[in-house]
DNA sequence: CTGAAAGCGCTTACAG
DNA sequence: CTGAAAGCGCTTACAG
């Protein structure tokens, strides 16, 4: 009988069936299972014959015929570049928090991973069909233009790196947070500062490099733009560009300290000083920004400037949903000016007072 | 006219708009729009009058109704365990590959996050409702039992901690990964060799501690079970269990090396070391497993055993599509075998030499 | 308190 | 080569 098997097992159940087994309509089953506000209408005993009556066919509401009907999935969006190159801790970060308050919310997340923001723009209209309620832009870089988002649905974006018509942006104090961390690497003594930046004509570079130059302003020390080394935002980004900077300034006078645009350039950076036996802090301090993982879990432990990720992304969720209720209720509105979240400054050992005796970049082949 | 413009834009353009605009049937759009086979019945003059409408309309095809009209989400599932206290490296490594692999196949994937195993079993079904086309179960801790896992879906494992019927589990060879660890470490004059365990009585552990036990037996180590130390799967837990044994050893003589069941723990583990002033790798060395970013961005790096972690979330991808293809050909047969990735031995800093002379467990109060 | 009808937007046979 | 019909499984008004 593998054939009358396969239509007993080849089918879900759905309201229909329960209906049939409990001896009512697909209607009454389903106001007893899927709808709350509506399930006071049956008499007791007739829940309770449709409840039994589920629960021997196993029955699931189907989530594509319900999204039809309400046109509401139930599903959160998320899109981000994550490189090929193994994982973001960036990206991971903000995710983390992303799905928690969508779980609180009882939402599904699905991730739209892209390569890269320019080229993949129109990969995010397809996204916008249906499957999900509303999207979560993580760091995006969309030049401005028009018809460059889809209208039908809502958006709210993280560390936007351009201004986006109608879309929320949540973002964190990086001038201040940069600026903190300045200041602390200027009470310690140091003066040569240098920073390795993220790419430049960035939102958030810019930001930080702001802040960079008013705690270098405020401190008397003068700008010195040899010191301003731009990098790609991963750990081979800081690696590759701190290497190239020491061979290219060997014999010269090492910087007292590196102010990186994220934990992960810091990393490399490290990485790069511990290849040509600089010590860290005992020669040269480094400090990240971000607090991800990798700062926690660097030896030493890296300073940094925390932004608090996981909040940012569940304070995404929530102002997402809000979008989302919105749309069902025109001529209300709702403020779309950014949710700023402050930074802390955290200090760790990578970090030290200056040293006694000034270094110089070593002479390496 | 804040009504009529709300009516224009207030809802996404339909076949059967389209089918309007061009003077066809909402078929013959579908036809030429969304069906790759059938487009070729659509004479050349039509098509194009055809595209040029949805173009103008800004159509997309809805995906809660193709589902529906199809029973295919295009749509994978991912259901994994994620802490509350941040990145799990091993998920985030996994969910890499998963998520390149799925967006090769043009199919989308949804991230379901469970808080344990366990309790909530029950919410795995809830996930198979039709908006997903199968599940990937990232290390599931499920206890065998009928009625465990909905019908109807596709599953595929990784790294499963028990049998699941009908699941093709995805794992490596982590009794031989281990062995090879543990006979490097021999190699290297190591004869006291802790192995701090993942969580007993599931699969993973057991097999790392099966070739831990094969590699001492084969260089004529006694097993002595003081050097078992179980650990929760997290640098806390590493850092946690082996601050505890310190303490409670403490006089005693020191183990060569410490040999930990993934990589947090082993960055647990050295901190830990740290913590009472003890280097790695003078004094003691210490291995991980799984070459997650976290043994790569430690200082020292640490060595493990390396799992192809991306690779492995790729292939449970091609195993669940062709789950999901087989579905629809009833009477074939797909076979259920364990899909076994080699492991790799990843020599670096944090393992050296014995030390000549013994150490002691620090006296620290 | 309950049911019959219509519709969400798409696709898959079936007719012409 | 093209269209009218029926259906995917659910929900939301509307009748009784």
């Known amino acids: 009988m593998p054939t009358s098997k396969q239509s007993k097992h080849g089918r879900a159940a759905t309201l229909a069936d329960v209906g049939r087994a409990a001896g009512v309509s697909a209607m009454a089953a389903s106001a007893v299972l899927n709808s709350a506000r509506t399930s006071s209408r049956i008499s007791a005993e007739t829940r309770d014959r449709i409840v039994k009556a ?5 029955y699931r509401p189907n989530a594509a015929a319900r999204a039809l009907a309400n046109r509401r999935m139930k599903t959160l969006g998320v899109a981000a570049v994550i490189g090929e190159s193994g994982v973001n801790h960036y990206f991971m970060e903000v995710l983390n928090g992303v799905l928690a308050a969508a779980a609180r919310h009882e939402q599904n997340t699905t991730v ?17 069909d249906g499957r999900i309620d509303g999207l979560i832009l993580i760091a995006p870089v969309l030049l401005p233009g028009k018809g460059l988002l889809p209208t039908h649905t809502p958006f709210v974006s993280i560390h936007a790196n351009s201004q986006l018509p109608h879309v929320v942006n949540v973002e964190s104090d990086e001038e201040r947070g ?41 401190a008397r020390i003068p ?61 040269i301090s480094v400090a990240g920004f971000d607090d991800t993982l990798a700062a926690r ?13 996981p909040a940012m992304g569940a304070e995404a969720v929530e102002l997402l949903l809000a979008r989302i209720a919105h749309q069902n209720e025109p001529g209300s509105v709702i403020p779309d000016s950014p949710v700023i979240f402050p930074t802390e400054l955290v200090v760790r050992a990578s970090v030290g007072p200056r040293p006694v005796v000034e270094r110089l970049v070593p002479l390496v082949r």
């Open 54 to 58: 589920a629960a021997k066919l196993h």
């Open 223 to 283: 700008f010195d733009p040899q010191l301003l080394v731009p990098a790609v935002y991963t750990a081979e980004g800081g690696r590759d560009a701190l290497r190239h900077w020491l061979k290219k300034h060997a014999g010269k006078l090492l910087p007292h300290a590196v102010f990186c645009a994220n934990d992960s350039i810091a990393i490399g950076c490290m990485e790069a000083l511990a290849e040509v036996g600089l010590r860290v802090p005992d020669d």
């Open 112 to 128: 739209f991973t892209l390569h890269d923001w320019t080229r993949d723009t129109v990969r995010l209209h397809g996204f916008c």
């Open 178 to 218: 940069a600026w903190e961390m300045v200041r602390h690497l200027v009470a310690q003594g140091h003066r040569r500062i240098m920073h390795l930046t993220g790419p430049s004509g960035l939102l958030g570079p810019e930001r930080r490099i702001a802040g960079y130059r008013r705690a270098l302003a405020s």
């Open 297 to 309: 879990t660097s030896v030493p432990q890296l300073a940094t400037v925390r932004q608090p990720l």
